[in-house]
């Protein structure tokens, strides 16, 4: 039984429940085997917070009731999941008008509209192109396989497991907890100065530290120069 | 008379000697009455650290051999300015290939090149345009009206005039001399933690510190998250 806050560590493989295709796992194997394994995605028991709401709902609350080392099979409805499916929200287009904009549609091409939006072309009919912007698991029962690998519950683990988070590679800051002065220090290691979105990784690592494990700290970022780096 | 790694504030007019055009100045009411005055740059006497390499030669070369206070009209030539004009740098392009780009070429139109190559149209005729891309200044003498302003020779003055230099706006760095640890220590204000260019501009500003100012010493820079500033 877990409450809201708690850190945990979690494997998973979900799939539709009609055709069993597996959608999103935990488990580099499984990707593999599912044909959906990405070189860009960190597998491993993923860190999840309770509360935090990153896990479809059905997941997520299931997490709850469980244990450490549980292995569960959860029954997820599309509401608690990717929402039901909305047959408004298949727009048709003229092809015509397609074509302008330099597309030549064909079904189950992605199509990205001028507001954001995204959908898939269902058919090609006539002269009209049938456009869903629903969500492709939408109106899908999904069935996750899950187990609680860990419980979290040092204060050293969980910040060691946010930066892992927001820092996947091999160049992670280091860090002190200050507890007198109730400061977090966090070196960031100069390899990654220029790293393209360190900023928001930073915004972003400092408000989970405070939000879920230490309310009443500052967040100190200290990057160091020195001449020998500059010179480099 | 100056030597290298010296911090001075000067102001400057320089124009074109044949057509006296002005060209550059720190001075806001010379860039108005020349009609080049820029909303994006920021007037008053400019910091120039001499061996620095930032002016053109010329004008950089003058000032080791100037005092405070004192004023020079110089004349530069084009060799100490932007360069002789090289006649092989006037390309031949066929118009009909400018049109199919999209480019409907006339005199005084600005060219960029796939290869980042950037030119002027000087004639459309017959068929042919003629790309200059020589720098517009290259062949030109210059006359420069110089003050020295002030020599920066404090320290404190001298980091605060390399942060005035990447942080223009309100919003500036503060800083700490910790000699006895030999550490520059630099707060980033929380108001431009997002700022889009913020790691090159630390970089920049500490290899200044470090080559100009405080050749052993450490650039530590320090940003704060605290809960209120994430809750804002």
Do not use: C
């Amino acid at each position: 039984m877990f409450k809201d806050k708690d850190f945990l560590l979690v494997d998973y493989v979900g799939k539709i429940k009609n055709t069993e295709r597996v959608i999103d796992t935990t488990i580099e194997e499984e990707a593999k085997k599912a044909d959906i394994h990405s070189e860009d995605k960190k597998y491993g028991p993923q860190l999840v917070i309770l509360g935090e709401h990153r896990l479809i709902k059905g997941l997520e609350d299931a997490l709850y009731n469980m244990n450490v080392d549980e292995e569960k099979e959860i029954e997820i409805s599309p509401e608690n999941a990717y929402g039901k499916r909305d047959p408004s929200k298949v727009k048709v287009v003229s092809l015509g008008e397609l074509r302008k904009q330099g597309m030549t549609p064909y079904p189950g091409m992605p199509v990205r509209f001028s507001d954001g939006n995204f959908g898939i072309v269902k058919s090609v009919s006539g002269g009209r192109v049938y456009i869903d912007l629903n969500h492709p698991l939408a109106g899908e029962t999904l069935v996750y396989k899950v187990k609680v690998v860990k419980h979290i519950t040092e204060t050293n683990e969980k910040i060691q497991a946010l930066i892992d988070r927001w820092f996947p590679t091999s160049d992670k800051p280091g860090f002190e907890l200050l507890n007198d002065s109730k400061v977090l220090k966090v070196r960031v290691p100069d390899k990654i100065f220029l790293l393209e979105d360190l900023q928001t990784r930073k915004l972003l690592l400092a408000r989970e530290v405070i939000n879920y494990v230490l309310e009443d700290f500052q967040v100190i970022y200290e990057e160091t120069y020195t001449k020998q780096l500059l010179t480099r």
